[in-house]
């Protein structure tokens, strides 16, 4: 039998897990829990909380599902809600830490769809010299901690200038021209909610459309305007992504990784993965249980 993932989840970082529900915020200093852990977080996941963290001194790298990014200070960290990351900082790095529960993020994403762009995949945003995140983060500490009269349509006033702050910075990082229409963003965001549900199970596009009460060339087309893949390719990404994650963090045998992701012959999946990763399932937990341990 197959062993399962030794992925930790947490709450916040250390604590156990519970559910989280509703409007869930919570700020706190980067060296809360960094100091403590000689500045080295081990990789670790939360299912229902996103992250951004403001860096305002110091440096150091992020490993998010195997991936490395390095980052320094002043910048944002974004990392998304069931994604496995892991920091190394330089001592006495310096920061805020702002964590927003999922169900909070898909209220906003509703309203204003362009968000759900920031947390696609765990990313590091550089701060130009003029930016306002340190000042609007230190109004948001204040109105979390105080009772006075509209105190919850000021905490939301100030995440909401955070969050779009944070998605111009993306979007001119990436200049992506103009925002694709909000129908398409939402239609996206409930696709890659379906995959997230149904993944493991080989359904076809046929499926997810009907699900979605659309056409599957209307899918393909709002993928491709919104994600700028093919919705297969998103299916793709998300067994890629679990694979290597049971690769890295867990002992598995690489067949018992292809049943576990609904692949009935191991060989096919070994040949799915290599040609989307340019090496083997066994070289890919080679090299990357070398990193880890570098």
């Given at each position: ?44 996941a939360?299912?229902?909380?996103n ?46 830490v ?61 995440l ?66 919104t994600a ?37 012959d ?8 290599s ?20």
């Open positions: 039998m197959g062993q399962s993932s030794n992925i930790p989840s947490f709450f916040l970082f250390g604590e156990p897990l519970r559910t989280v529900e509703g409007k869930f915020l919570h700020l706190e200093d980067l060296d809360d829990r960094s100091r403590p852990n000689d500045w080295n977080i081990r990789p670790h939360h299912a229902d909380l992250h951004v963290f403001l860096i305002s001194e110091g440096a150091g790298v992020i490993r998010a599902e195997g991936e490395t990014i390095a980052f320094a200070a002043p910048c944002l960290l974004l990392i998304p809600a069931g994604v496995v990351h892991g920091f190394v900082y330089e001592p006495d790095s310096a920061g805020s702002l964590t927003i529960a999922d169900s909070y993020l898909r209220e906003l994403v509703a309203r204003e769809p362009g968000f759900a762009g920031l947390f696609r995949a765990a990313r590091q945003l550089p701060l130009p010299r003029d930016s306002r995140v340190s000042e609007v983060l230190a109004r948001l500490g204040r109105e979390l901690v105080w009772t006075a009269p509209g105190r919850g349509a000021a905490v939301e006033g100030q909401l200038t955070l969050l779009v702050e944070a998605l111009r910075l993306l979007v001119q990082a990436h200049s992506t021209g103009p925002a694709v229409q909000g129908a398409q963003a939402r239609l996206v965001a409930r696709y890659r909610e379906l995959v997230e549900a149904h993944f493991r199970e080989g359904r076809s596009l046929e499926f997810y459309a009907g699900r979605l009460g659309c056409t599957v060339s209307r899918l393909r087309t709002a993928c491709l305007k700028g893949v093919a919705p297969l390719r998103l299916v793709h990404d998300r067994l890629l992504l679990e694979a290597k994650r049971a690769l890295i963090y867990s002992n598995m045998t690489v067949a018992e990784v292809a049943y576990q992701l609904g692949f009935e191991p060989a096919y999946f070994s040949r799915f993965f040609k989307a990763e340019g090496c083997s399932p066994r070289q890919y937990r080679t090299e990357r249980a070398f990193d880890e341990t570098a």
